[in-house]
């Protein structure tokens, strides 16, 4: 495909969004009040608004090498806080995938360049955690830490100054991890809906302490 093409799916793509709708363009240039932000991964199989059936304005995406939300990352916190301060969204989604390329480099240590100074942050979550994946089948460990990683990054995004100001303000927001299969196109829900700080420390301590109890059956078995 060359970047031609692009020209002439954009223009296929307008003239059936507007047989669809002839207002559509002239509505969605009028306003952006999205109820969701979307963190998700920059991997090209996982596009925000396709896989949750929301149309154009409906959900403020940011997107990282292994959804990652990290302390120190502008980017990151610039959106978050434009979303949450400014556009007023409800709801933080952080979504990860099965078949992250990002999270096996981690699982893995496999060096790739440049980007392996992006992923330390995912090294960590697996060295935190390796108790557990040293625990299961080799074939389990690239999924499981797939999920422990969006459950990290919702427990990161609820600790951003941009959450808790909001959360102490009475802002209604709700942090929110999900988890996407590329090979059947399903989301899953991983459990973790974080309405304010005493839900994310019940849940997150709950998550943590089933991975004790399965280390405990791995153990038994």
Known sequence: MYVEELFENNKEWVKQVLNSDPNFFAKLANQQSPKFLWIGCSD???????????????????????????????????????????LQVEHVIVCGHYGCSGVLAGLTNKRLGLVDVW?????????QHSTYLGSIHQSQKHDRLCEINVVEQVK?????????DAWARGQKLSIHGIIYGIHDGLLRDLNMHINNEEELQTKYNQYIQSLSNSDTETETA
């Open 44 to 86: 090209s199989r996982v596009p925000a608004n396709q896989i949750t059936g929301l149309a154009p304005g409906e959900v403020f995406v940011h997107r990282n090498i292994a959804n990652l939300m990290v302390h120190t990352d502008l980017n990151a916190l610039s959106v978050l806080q434009f979303a949450v301060d400014i």
């Open 119 to 127: 992923l330390r942050h995912l090294k960590d979550v697996a060295y």
């Open 156 to 164: 990161n995004t609820c600790h951003t100054n941009v959450v808790q």
